[in-house]
């Protein structure tokens, strides 16, 4: 059973500070990774994909992959209360489809 | 929702009814998906297709079919609705992305349909 593991929160950050969210996989066949983000009564939209090990960034937001440790990270940087929302970790391989996480819900308290 | 259109977007049905939800999609991409989303369990495959007619279970299919007669709908059947069928269900399409996502297979997901069943 390939699982995605993520804290379901909530984790609390006060407006500005950098929040850290954190995401580990079961399947070492995994080779790409996405964080999506989902406020509430809405649907997932993507904000990052990594598929090599390191950083990626992109604006406020960095993506971290550690494929050693079968760990993914998201920091958003300067977080404000408009990035309040569940964010959730998914990986796969190939065609396959998407395994996701239960998703960790960021609350940023201005 | 880019191109993803799903109906109904609310139903409240009995147990023992069929239910029949529908996905739509105007950008012709090959891959469709139905989630189901609980709270607790987050976003669960049901079943996906890749093309007219190729379709493949996820890992909770039970109680449910699919169809996909033609490349822009994707239906999902409930036989005989339960209680633990209640849920929000989400469709996806897959297509690839650009920008930061560049390289990867995107997942594109409607606005979703919320099923209660009584």
């Known amino acids: 059973q390939k699982e995605v593991e993520q804290n379901s929160g909530p984790l609390s950050v006060p407006e500005g500070a950098i929040a850290s969210l954190n995401c580990t996989y079961s399947?070492?066949?995994?080779?790409?990774f996405f964080w999506y983000r989902q406020y509430s009564g809405k649907s997932p939209e993507l904000i990052m994909f990594?598929?090599?090990?390191g950083d990626k960034e992109d604006g406020r937001f960095t993506a971290q992959l550690n494929k050693a440790s079968q760990y993914v990270s998201l920091l958003i940087r300067d977080s404000q209360p408009s990035d309040s929302a569940t964010y959730l970790c998914?990986?796969?391989?190939?065609?396959?489809?998407?395994?996701f996480g239960k998703g960790t819900r960021l609350s940023v308290i201005a | 929702d880019a191109g993803i259109t799903q109906s109904p977007r609310h139903k409240v049905t009995e147990t023992g009814t069929p239910v029949t939800l529908r996905c739509h999609q105007t950008?012709?991409?090959?891959?469709m998906y139905w989630y189901r989303q609980d709270p607790g369990h987050g976003l669960r495959l049901i079943h996906y297709?890749?093309?007219?007619?190729?379709?493949d279970k996820g890992e909770v299919s039970d109680g449910y079919s699919v169809s996909r007669s033609k490349t822009e709908d994707f239906l999902l059947t409930l036989e005989s609705a339960t209680s633990s069928q209640t849920s929000v269900y989400f469709c996806?399409?897959?297509?690839?992305?650009?920008?930061?996502?560049?390289?990867?297979?995107?997942?594109?997901f409607g606005a979703g349909s919320r099923l209660t069943v009584l």
């Open positions: 996806a399409i897959r297509s690839p992305g650009t920008g930061v996502v560049a390289g990867a297979n995107v997942l594109t």
């Open positions: 399947d070492r066949g995994s080779q790409s």
């Open positions: 990594i598929y090599s090990n």
């Open positions: 998914a990986s796969n391989s190939g065609n396959t489809p998407l395994v």
């Open positions: 950008e012709n991409h090959r891959y």
């Open positions: 297709s890749y093309g007219v007619k190729d379709t």
